[in-house]
């Protein structure tokens, strides 16, 4: 039996009264505007530290604040603080966090809205494109990775993703952009094509849509980290940016004239934060806040957006930590040119020490000592062909060690957190949010600011 036959029924209609009680959400006495459009933007993985060093970088080597930041300086938007714990855990992972905000209920780490008792939750982009409103999602990984999967599907592993993408097919949402190109062989994307789908490869390609549905695969896992893409030219032609990703998303959507909803995630942030990837965190960090531009300028001029921006859960708590020379130390960062994946992805067993020192230095201007090198190496002695290019596997950790003495970077694991994190929400709507919520508050928020009603 497939899937979504074991879906909970749930009606969509039009709110007349509030679905939610009114003294869990709403800070103040007076009802807010409807919300036509709702941008939910999601830098997977991010602690408050990430939040930090990216703000950190832009104001030593641009002389400005991020986007994000200066949203709070300004007191354009409402802040809370958000509890992310899981059903089975108080660290949560993805689709569990995901499943949170799509289903509005807690499920277990590694589900997608599907309870222990098998009540599949109808997820909330299903919920507004019955309700009539155009609905995508855009990501720096796999399209059908966990993050999007949860506004969208029920499954009872994340990690099934073959069959997520099958399982997008028949809801035929209008915009679905990201990586994972191996998860969409050719017989899938012909049934995409033959129920209307403009199915899309690479940047200029993208840039030519002018029309929904739209499928988008632009690299057959996740897209490359920002630092990377920055300086290989010919990525940079293939492979859009999430900015451009969610300016092309938002421009389609908009079409529709009952409004639209689009959840748009810095994937690669997390990715970074498990391999303690500095420049990678840090970097893909500056292109989500990118993309909070693009959303916030248009959400600004429209009038009718909510943008709500945040994260599923904090990762490896990444900081900047005190030392007599922590200023200069930092601003290394400022000339990075690759990220530690690039580093590890091309060395061998073959490698020398002053062949990996000159790899480092090249690629991030730090000159590591040959004893610091050979600790490094040791690790690919120990590996076969099945370890090389496995972040799990490559000394990640032992890299990112050495570069906190010459970095001032810290981190405290390489895994998720139960941190509290970041939320800011924009635009219509805004006086709905508590300074401190639940992850699966955010649900019903977006139902109620919209004016939809959920039985």
């Known amino acids: 039996m497939r899937r979504r036959d074991f879906f909970r029924n749930t009606s969509i209609t039009l709110l007349g009264s509030s679905f939610f009680p009114i003294h869990k959400l709403q800070a103040k006495n007076y009802p807010p505007k409807t919300a036509r459009n709702i941008i939910f933007m999601v830098s997977d993985g991010m602690s408050i530290g990430t939040l930090n060093l990216a703000s950190l970088l832009l104001q030593r080597k641009e002389g400005r604040q991020s986007h994000w930041l200066s949203l709070y300086e300004e007191e354009k938007v409402s802040r809370a603080l958000?509890?992310?714990?899981?059903?089975?855990?108080?660290?949560?992972?993805?689709?569990a966090a995901s499943s949170a905000w799509g289903g509005g209920v807690?499920?277990?780490?590694?589900?997608?809205?599907?309870?222990?008792?098998?009540?599949?939750?109808?997820?909330?982009?299903?919920?507004?494109?019955?309700?009539?409103?155009?609905?995508?999602?855009?990501?720096?990984?796999?399209?059908?990775?966990?993050?999007?999967?949860?506004?969208?599907?029920?499954?009872?592993?994340?990690?099934?993703?073959?069959?997520?993408?099958?399982?997008?097919?028949?809801?035929?949402?209008?915009?679905?952009?990201?990586?994972?190109?191996?998860?969409?062989?050719?017989?899938l994307l012909a049934r995409y094509e033959a129920t209307g789908y403009t199915v899309v490869k690479n940047r200029d390609q993208m840039l030519q849509l002018n029309k929904?549905?739209?499928?988008?695969?632009?690299?057959?896992?996740?897209?490359?980290?920002?630092?990377?893409?920055?300086?290989?030219?010919?990525?940079?032609?293939?492979?859009?940016?999430?900015?451009?990703?969610?300016?092309?998303?938002?421009?389609?959507?908009?079409?529709?004239?009952?409004?639209?909803?689009?959840?748009?995630?810095?994937?690669?942030?997390?990715?970074?934060?498990?391999?303690?990837?500095?420049?990678?965190?840090?970097y893909d960090q500056i292109a989500f806040d990118n993309a909070i531009k693009v959303a916030i300028d248009?959400?600004?001029?429209?009038?009718?957006?909510?943008?709500?921006?945040?994260?599923?859960?904090?990762?490896?708590n990444p900081g900047l930590f005190y030392g007599d020379n922590a200023n200069q130390q930092f601003d290394k960062l400022q000339h990075y040119r690759y990220t530690n994946e690039w580093i590890l992805n091309g060395v061998n067993k073959s490698f020398t020490p002053a062949q990996l020192i000159e790899r480092i230095e090249a690629a991030q201007g730090i000159a590591i000592t040959k004893d610091e090198a050979a600790s490094i190496l040791v690790h690919y002695e120990?590996?076969?062909?099945?370890?090389?290019?496995?972040?799990?596997?490559?000394?990640?950790r032992q890299l990112a060690a050495?570069?906190?003495?010459?970095?001032?970077?810290?981190?405290?694991?390489?895994?998720?957190?139960?941190?509290?994190?970041?939320?800011?929400?924009?635009?219509?709507?805004?006086?709905?949010?508590?300074?401190f919520i639940k992850n699966t508050d955010l649900h019903y928020l977006m139902l109620q600011a919209t004016g939809i009603k959920n039985n």
């Open 402 to 435: 050495i570069q906190s003495g010459y970095t001032s970077i810290g981190w405290g694991a390489m895994d998720h957190s139960a941190d509290y994190v970041e939320l800011a929400i924009y635009g219509p709507g805004r006086d709905l949010i508590k300074p």
């Open 298 to 316: 248009f959400a600004s001029k429209d009038g009718n957006t909510m943008v709500i921006i945040t994260t599923d859960h904090g990762n490896s």
């Open 106 to 187: 807690r499920v277990k780490n590694g589900k997608l809205n599907v309870s222990e008792d098998g009540t599949h939750h109808t997820p909330i982009l299903q919920k507004f494109k019955a309700a009539g409103k155009a609905v995508g999602c855009v990501t720096t990984v796999p399209i059908t990775h966990a993050t999007p999967a949860g506004f969208s599907v029920t499954n009872a592993s994340r990690g099934d993703m073959h069959e997520i993408a099958e399982q997008y097919l028949p809801l035929k949402f209008d915009v679905m952009m990201g990586g994972g190109r191996e998860y969409f062989p050719p017989g």
């Open 382 to 396: 120990q590996l076969d062909e099945a370890g090389l290019y496995n972040p799990r596997k490559l000394p990640f």
């Open 82 to 95: 958000m509890d992310t714990a899981s059903l089975s855990s108080l660290i949560t992972d993805s689709a």
């Open 212 to 282: 929904t549905p739209a499928l988008g695969i632009f690299n057959e896992n996740g897209l490359p980290y920002a630092l990377d893409h920055i300086q290989d030219i010919t990525l940079q032609q293939n492979i859009p940016t999430l900015a451009e990703m969610s300016k092309t998303a938002i421009e389609l959507l908009n079409k529709n004239k009952q409004g639209f909803v689009l959840q748009i995630e810095g994937g690669k942030v997390d990715w970074a934060a498990h391999a303690n990837d500095a420049g990678a965190l840090i």
